[in-house]
């Protein structure tokens, strides 16, 4: 009896143990395929998020459940295909239900759950506010309308003003776009994120959504065709850039252009090496961030 007790006891445990470690929400495994040399992001401590929808690992998203915010999203580029789709905003049900299934869900019309409220952002947040839903992982790096669809959930934005999501930060991705989808050669990964502000953090609806100071972005592509143009000879295999999302910051991280047209200004892009990146994100989270994997290294 106490044989056949201590057998039912360890296969209880073992198989608790593989069910924690395959959920889709709580750990990085399910969705290696999307960060290079599988291997997230390391130094920021949030909630692992393996973005699944129609039954496929999407992206990968390290969630903060206190700001209701993704602090990084992580997904393998493609060159994209078709126009931004025409789809409904998502959210994680397994933040809101440990046991539920893994697949992203489209809010409901109506009442929505309480439990999906208190455990991440909803539309509701950003409606009638300033700020405009901004993409951590953007459609337009993704070939299948499925690929693209997937972005939009809430799990996968931020609080982000329209005067750089419409304008130097939608360059930023429209670039980035052009300069992978012509010299990379191979797989390219990147890593979107945001940076906090150090105090007086705006949020949405009374402490429901924290608003970033700044959104950054670092691309990794090992393999890419050598005959680049001048312009782009610090491109590869790493690129990095910090975009603000607030008028009023100062400059130490990010200058503004007086040249800039009025609804962009103050809004602008800086891009930097991924060394420089990992620099201002050490300084602002108090903590070694490395984005990628030996900084992107092609060697074994």
């Given at each position: ?198 105090s007086d953090e705006p949020w949405l609806r009374n402490h429901r959504v924290a608003v ?89």
């Amino acid at each position: 009896m106490a044989h056949h007790f201590a057998l039912a006891v360890f296969i209880l445990a073992f198989t608790g143990f593989w069910s924690m470690c395959a959920a889709d929400v709580g750990d990085f495994a399910p969705c290696l395929e999307s960060l290079y040399r599988s291997w997230p992001p390391k130094g920021l401590v949030g909630t692992p998020i393996c973005q699944r929808y129609q039954n496929q690992y999407r992206f990968a998203t390290l969630y903060s459940r206190p700001r209701r915010t993704p602090w990084f999203s992580a997904y393998l580029y493609a060159t994209p295909e078709g126009k931004r789709p025409h789809t409904f905003w998502k959210y994680e049900p397994q933040l809101a239900y440990p046991g539920a299934d893994g697949n992203m869900l489209s809010f409901p019309l109506g009442h929505l759950d309480q439990n999906v409220v208190e455990s991440q952002g909803v539309e509701l947040d950003y409606i009638n506010s300033t700020y405009s839903r901004g993409h951590m992982n953007p459609s337009l790096h993704h070939k299948s309308h499925e690929d693209r669809a997937s972005t939009f959930t809430l799990t996968n934005v931020v609080p982000q003003m329209a005067g750089s999501n419409d304008g130097p930060w939608k360059a930023l991705e429209q670039n980035v776009n052009k300069t992978l989808g012509t010299y990379c050669l191979g797989d390219a990964y990147i890593v979107t994120g945001i940076i906090p502000y150090q105090s007086d953090e705006p949020w949405l609806r009374n402490h429901r959504v924290a608003v970033p100071e700044y959104i950054w972005s670092a691309y990794c592509c090992p393999n890419y065709n050598n005959s680049l143009p001048k312009v782009l000879k610090d491109a590869f295999p790493t690129y990095a850039a910090i975009g603000r999302n607030d008028c009023n910051s100062t400059e130490e991280i990010v200058p503004v252009s007086q040249q800039a047209k009025k609804q962009f200004r103050g809004y602008d892009v800086r891009t930097m090496a991924l060394e420089t990146l990992e620099m201002y994100l050490k300084d602002r989270f108090k903590t070694v961030v490395s984005v990628f994997y030996e900084q992107c290294s092609q060697s074994n």
